[in-house]
T-cell receptor
Framework: AQTVTQSQPEMSVQEAETVTLSCTYD???????LFWYKQPPSRQMILVIR??????QNATENRFSVNFQKAAKSFSLKISDSQLGDTAMYFC???????????FGPGTSLSVIP | DADVTQTPRNRITKTGKRIMLECSQT?????MYWYRQDPGLGLRLIYY???????NKGEISDGYSVSRQAQAKFSLSLESAIPNQTALYFC????????????FGQGTRLTVV
């Protein structure tokens, strides 16, 4: 069964600095999709970035980028120029190509400090 | 209006009561899901449905049931609520495309006392 692990329950970063959130996953599939979701205090789940496993190039979305290491089954999220609005819970998620269920990690609570 | 709407947003109920959480979507997606969020556990899948005639159990379906009344509506029921079902519940939809993310409602905070 697929599993997603986030080893950092809580993290903090100074405003304008860079922070990296870690995620590892376990799967026997070769084709799959990875996501980072943000959950601010409003509790809305917001997609931050996605990565397709067959693409070697790391995805980027403005200040957000990923480091996808397929062999190591690692999918970290880098937030550059952190802003107060980045304070949220961040969930790493996995979706296999052979089925249509999204599996979530336990989350990392990120606090951006002014 | 939100694409995925959950009602109620918050609910307090007593142990043993039956409660229904409702979800409706305007995205035209075939696939709908119910997740439960608990601190330190992330989101866990309760039930999912790929169309009106297709209902599947997720990893934590015990104590829950669902009904897919129409393509746009998917409700979750707790037949006899218990305190450890206190959690944040999310409905989500997707269109079945391999890379398409799930779209979430705003969640229902359920407290069982």
């Amino acid at each position: 069964a697929q599993t997603v692990t986030q080893s950092q329950p809580e993290m903090s970063v100074q405003e304008a600095e860079t922070v990296t959130l870690s995620c590892t996953y376990d799967t026997s599939e070769n084709n799959y999709y990875l996501f980072w979701y943000k959950q601010p205090p409003s509790r809305q789940m917001i997609l931050v970035i996605r990565q397709e496993a067959y693409k070697q190039q790391n995805a980027t979305e403005n200040r957000f980028s990923v480091n996808f290491q397929k062999a190591a089954k690692s999918f970290s999220l880098k937030i550059s120029d952190s802003q107060l609005g980045d304070t949220a819970m961040y969930f790493c998620a996995f979706k296999g190509a052979s089925y249509d269920k999204v599996i979530f990690g336990p989350g990392t609570s990120l606090s951006v400090i002014p | 209006d939100a694409d995925v709407t959950q009602t109620p947003r918050n609910r307090i109920t007593k142990t043993g009561k039956r409660i229904m959480l409702e979800c409706s979507q305007t995205k035209g997606h075939d696939r709908m899901y119910w997740y439960r969020q608990d601190p330190g556990l992330g989101l866990r899948l309760i039930y999912y449905s790929f169309d009106v005639k297709d209902i599947n159990k997720g990893e934590i379906s015990d104590g829950y049931s669902v009904s897919r009344q129409a393509q746009a509506k998917f409700s979750l029921s707790l037949e006899s609520a218990i305190p450890n079902q206190t959690a944040l519940y999310f409905c989500a939809t997707s269109d079945g495309g391999r890379s398409t993310e799930a779209f979430f409602g705003q969640g229902t905070r359920l407290t069982v006392v």
